[in-house]
């Protein structure tokens, strides 16, 4: 089984809402973060999206963990994967998580990156092309 620091460079984690999306980028073997970003939830807003995640990551191997990739993010998972970037469904963390760090887009983006990088790839919740979440083997 290969892990998802074995299998991408980068991690990309999206926190997505109906107006904007906040991505921040990380590299896997690291952990560092690269760079982060809010963009407009838009047709035009992805692409600039897109253009950054690609810039930012050297055209590498790049994974994007997206929190929920139904209602606000179809939109930009469907970039996304047009862009030959592998999407992974993540949920939102834990309150716990934010007790001490406290809560904005930016740190929930950096929790989605967080949160996939010491999982297989083979147990990534991957969507469907509609959207809906499903677990391939």
Same mark, same amino acid.
């Not at 991690?11 to 590299?27: E, F, K, M």
């Not at 896997?28 to 047709?43: E, L, N, W």
């Not at 991957?126 to 499903?134: E, I, Y």
């Given at each position: 089984? #290969?892990? #998802? ?5 980068? #991690? ?12 921040? +980028? ?33 055209n590498s191997s790049i994974l994007a963990a997206v929190e929920g990739t139904a209602s ?7 970039? +996304? ?57």
């Open positions: 089984m #290969v892990s #998802v620091v074995e299998a991408f460079d980068y #991690v990309v984690g999206v926190d997505t809402h109906a107006r904007t999306h906040t991505y921040c +980028l990380i590299q896997t073997r690291t952990g560092a973060v690269i760079d982060s970003a809010q963009f407009p939830a838009s047709k035009p807003g992805n692409e600039r999206a897109i253009s950054w995640i690609q810039r930012r990551g050297n606000y993010c179809a939109g930009i998972t469907a970039s +996304l994967r047009r862009a030959s970037i592998e999407v992974a469904e993540v949920r939102p963390g834990p309150k716990r998580e934010h007790a001490h760090a406290g809560k904005s887009d930016t740190i929930d983006a950096e929790s989605a990156a967080r949160r996939v990088l010491g999982i297989n790839v083979e147990s990534l919740a991957q969507p469907r092309a509609s959207g809906d979440r499903s677990i391939e083997s």
